[in-house]
Nanobody, 123 residues
């Protein structure tokens, strides 16, 4: 079974930085995409950043220029460097991975989620 484990969350003042890490285990297959979502209290879960195995990267507009996603594909590990944090960034951050498997004429997509790590930005 695939498991994703996040770390690096915490409490930081506005303008500060945090680095989140997510380590995947339980699969020898390389995920076609890994990234991060977040969910603030009372709000829907939203995409923060995702990086494909081919190197493509997508960021939410709200984090562009402040957050940087990186990925060690061989190790199935993804990171999120968060700079110039704002109170609006306060949320539970979830690691995400997608595994696409081709089986004959069929393609099976499996999505995996970490347990979440709390990021709180407050003065």
């Amino acid at each position: 079974q695939v498991q994703l484990v996040e770390s690096g969350g915490g409490l930081v003042q506005p303008g500060g930085s945090l680095r989140l890490s997510c380590a995947a285990s339980g699969s020898i297959l390389i995920f076609n995409a890994m990234g991060w979502y977040r969910q603030a209290a009372g709000k829907e879960r939203e995409l923060v950043a995702v990086k494909g195995s081919g190197g493509s990267v997508n960021y939410a507009d709200s984090v562009k220029g402040r957050f940087t996603i990186s990925r060690d594909t061989a190790k199935n590990t993804v990171y999120l460097q968060m700079n110039n944090l704002k109170p609006e960034d306060t949320a539970v951050y979830y690691c995400y991975a997608r595994q696409l498997r081709l089986m004959g004429l069929s393609t099976k997509t499996d999505d995996y989620w970490g347990q979440g790590t709390q990021v709180t930005v407050s003065s």
